[in-house]
Nanobody, 124 residues
Framework: QVQLVESGGGSVQPGGSLRLSCAAS????????MGWFRQAPGKEREGVSA????????AYTDSVKGRFTISGDNAKYTVYLQMNSLEPADTAVYYC?????????????????WGQGTQVTVSS
């Protein structure tokens, strides 16, 4: 059974930074894909970023390119999302995902496992 545990959410002022972490347990393959989605109140869940462990390919939604960086620690089965220059529009619950089963990383139906979510609030 795969379990994902997120941490690192919180409240920050516009322009600030946060680093989210997601620790996975139960993954046995030496190659896998993990990602981050977010959902703001009243909006659909949105794919934010994804990373493949080999060779470390990454993908981002346009609104976070240049501000967010995804990275992974293969030995620890952990993925990180460094979020800089945060904006109020980034306010959402952020979810970690693992095991991409579909072809579109930014389609929530493509993912096999989800974390419980962590709140990120950007406000002055």
């Amino acid at each position: 059974q795969v379990q994902l545990v997120e941490s690192g959410g919180g409240s920050v002022q516009p322009g600030g930074s946060l680093r989210l972490s997601c620790a996975a347990s139960g993954l046995t393959a030496d190659y896998y894909v993990m990602g981050w989605f977010r959902q703001a109140p009243g909006k659909e869940r949105e794919g934010v970023s994804a990373i493949s462990t080999k060779p470390g390919d990454t993908a981002y939604t346009d609104s976070v390119k240049g501000r967010f960086t995804i990275s992974g620690d293969n030995a620890k089965y952990t993925v990180y999302l460094q979020m800089n220059s945060l904006e109020p529009a980034d306010t959402a619950v952020y979810y970690c995902t693992a095991v991409l089963r579909g072809s579109a990383w930014n389609d929530s139906d493509s993912w096999g496992y989800w974390g419980q979510g962590t709140q990120v609030t950007v406000s002055s």
